[in-house]
């Protein structure tokens, strides 16, 4: 499955004639369509120089978690850590934020530009402990992808005041 999910997040990252927006939107759109226990899945970038992220974009319930500071929740954690954080169930995390009641299980892995944590593509489960190695390598090769189109635009000193 993952072979072939891979071919597309290529596809889609290559597409020249789409916006940036876009192309991490229909990357979110795909995943969230192809596995079934991916139930939100968004990407959150480094906000400016301020010590927070901020939502860019996602496919799943709309959430009221549009900043997270760093080092709050899994995704503040990781923005702190650089390191990949699976949470097999979040009820056992202290320093989880809840986006929705249903969601049982979290992954979130970094985005790299020149060796430095710009963002995270952030998936949250309504399944427990669904997530295996073979997601988080997965999902490390979707970061990598979107680390080069990103690296070749302008979309996150515009949307996030992030220069690459």
């Not at 974009?57 to 760093?70: A, R, W």
């Not at 934020?97 to 970094?110: D, R, Y």
């Not at 710009?118 to 988080?136: C, K, L």
């Amino acid at each position: 499955m993952f072979q072939s999910l891979k071919q597309q997040v290529k596809q889609i990252s290559k597409q020249s004639e789409i916006e940036v927006s876009d192309k991490l939107f229909q990357i979110c759109q795909l995943l969230s369509n192809k596995i079934e226990y991916y139930n939100w899945v968004g990407f959150y970038f480094r906000n400016g120089d301020k010590q927070e992220l901020k939502l860019g974009p996602y496919v799943g319930e709309p959430t009221d978690h549009t900043i997270i500071p760093f080092g709050k929740g899994i995704c503040g954690q990781v923005a702190v850590s650089n390191q990949n954080f699976v949470v097999p169930d979040v009820k056992a995390q202290d320093n989880y934020i809840a986006c929705s009641m249903t969601v049982k299980a979290e992954i979130v892995v970094p985005i790299f530009i020149n060796g430095e944590n710009i963002g995270q593509i952030d998936i949250d489960s309504n399944t427990i402990n669904p997530f295996t190695e073979a997601d988080e390598r997965f999902l490390e090769f979707v970061c990598k992808e979107v680390a080069k189109v990103l690296k070749n635009s302008n979309y996150l000193n515009q949307n996030f005041l992030i220069k690459v």
